[in-house]
């Protein structure tokens, strides 16, 4: 065993070097790759979605090719702390970003292209926190 004083110093890291993280919820260290710990939570293939459906909850991103007025989209509870972006990409009517649990609406609507909704899932339901162009009703 050394104090963090006595170790060697690291000039350049590697994705597949480890960090030690001290886990105070379960009172024990444990380790994760550099690569996660700076793992940026946009980041990958958003979920294309064409006319209505459901956005999925395991992409950040969910871009939506609208088919006609009122397309509706699903929206499913996620989990705590969750953030969802849902942004109107092609326009062929309007998009209605409806989710399960909405605080101060029943749903989103999306009219034009690059029209945007950014979700946070808080306290049992969705936030919107951000967003451009959007009307919640």
Not at 58 to 83: I, R
Not at 99 to 127: C, I, K, M
């Amino acid at each position: 065993d050394k104090r963090m004083s006595d170790l060697n110093a690291l000039t350049v890291t590697a994705s597949t070097d480890t960090a030690l993280i001290s886990d105070t919820s379960a009172s024990e260290t444990k380790k994760i790759t550099l690569a996660n710990f700076f793992k940026t939570p946009y980041v990958g293939t958003p979920q294309a979605l064409s006319g209505a459906g459901a956005a999925n909850l395991t992409t950040s991103v969910t871009n939506c090719t609208s088919t006609g007025a009122a397309q509706v989209v699903t929206l499913a509870d996620g989990v705590q702390g969750q953030v969802k972006i849902v942004s109107h990409i092609v326009d062929g009517g309007s998009v209605r970003v409806t989710p399960t649990n909405l605080d101060g609406g029943t749903y989103v609507t999306l009219d034009a292209v690059g029209d945007t909704v950014v979700f946070l899932f808080n306290d049992s339901a969705w936030q919107i926190i951000g967003g451009y162009g959007h009307a919640v009703t």
